[in-house]
């Protein structure tokens, strides 16, 4: 077992990402009245537009993808361990829509995935912790004895992630997560990471400040925690890499519980940083966007957020949110193949399914970002059990970390180093004029 030292990603990751991840999920779902409001639209643009497929007037069939593999009808069982029940339920029902459509997806349309010499279908077994990482590792031990190929996700912080791989990797069974905390990879051999990297975003964050914007000073702004003032730290560091002669005006910090931001924000427009940092989420982003207005504007002052947020869809449509720089875990319209064929085959399952559309996909025939984040790591487990040719647990546990592992997926190209991270940074789009301009460093 590992003993968790107090690193900056241990500290960092632990609340962030927890963040990060988790409270997108949970306030992306809301009140079901809430998210059968009108879809909001989405508009990309690139240098080179993504290609668009125009909707589909009639249901297409669902013919298996031809195969000279028999198909043996001896489901692989994958353990999928999220909050079903409790106060973070919610995240139970992004995992219910993710798992309803990997089983349509393989079962029906591909014919089932290839595991050796014949292809067999998925059943994805749902094991509830409640709500409490203290029932993490029964809901893990039970998988295994319940004869589960490999388990995904754990729950909704990254503290969920060390009961399930302190069950797992003694076992030599894989794990398959969308958690990022660096110290879930430091001693543990065969846990994965099927989302992005924070080292690797951190460094996204700093090239935008540098090289896109060209900032010659630098603000930050961020929740008043150990693990924000840790991320700013790391920030710093890098941009005085990229430019020694940066300056750093002010570094400040807020309650998570306010919502009146004006005494920050009006510092803000007397010091002018070129570009303001915040490591802020939800509430808070919404609060600056529409309070600034009032206080006259951002003026020239750029604003690169660091996490994802929940209300993205609605901070986007405040005046005050004109010229950032967001990130994306997905969005409609990217030009990747794997997002593509992702959103592809998720309007092709709400048109061939309406009622499971309606229940679990509030913006119609678009996915949420929160669906591919939920789906990516069951992904990974399909491809490291068609690399080992087999469903024996240690084989695709070994494939997983072989560094062999690497796919076209809904987040991007996906490659998953021998050390169980990814190489993903996640992408981020400029809001100018109402539209998303996808940002590019090249």
Known sequence: MMSRKGSFWCKVAALVLGLVLIVPILA?????KENTATPVPTTAQTTQPPTTTPPMTTPPATT?????LPFVDDPVKIGAIQDWSGPTAMAGWIGDSAIAFAEWYWNEKQGGIVAGDVRRPIKIIRYDNKSQIALTSAMAQKALLDGCVAVVWGGVTNEHGFPVVEVTDPAGVLYSMFFNMEALFDDYTYAVNS???????????????????????????????????????IIEARLKELDPDIKILFKEYHSMSLTDLSPYLTKIRYEKPDVLICDDNGASWMAMATQMPGLGGWGDIKVIAVSESADFAKVEKAPGA??????????AGIGTPGARAFGEAWAEKCQLDPGWCKKYSPLGSTPMPNHPLMYNPILTVIKSIELAGSTDRLKVAQAAVSGKIEYDSPLGLLSIGKDGRSNLSGFYVHLKDGKRVIVDLE
């Open 28 to 32: 992306a779902c809301g009140s079901s």
């Open 64 to 68: 298996p993808a031809a195969t000279t």
């Open 195 to 233: 989302f992005y990297s924070l080292p690797l975003r951190i460094d996204l964050v700093a090239k935008i400040a540098v090289q896109k914007v060209k900032a010659k000073t630098v603000g930050f702004l961020g929740y008043d925690v150990a693990a924000y003032h840790d991320t700013v730290d």
């Open 322 to 331: 004109d010229g950032w720089y967001f990130p994306m875990m997905w969005m």
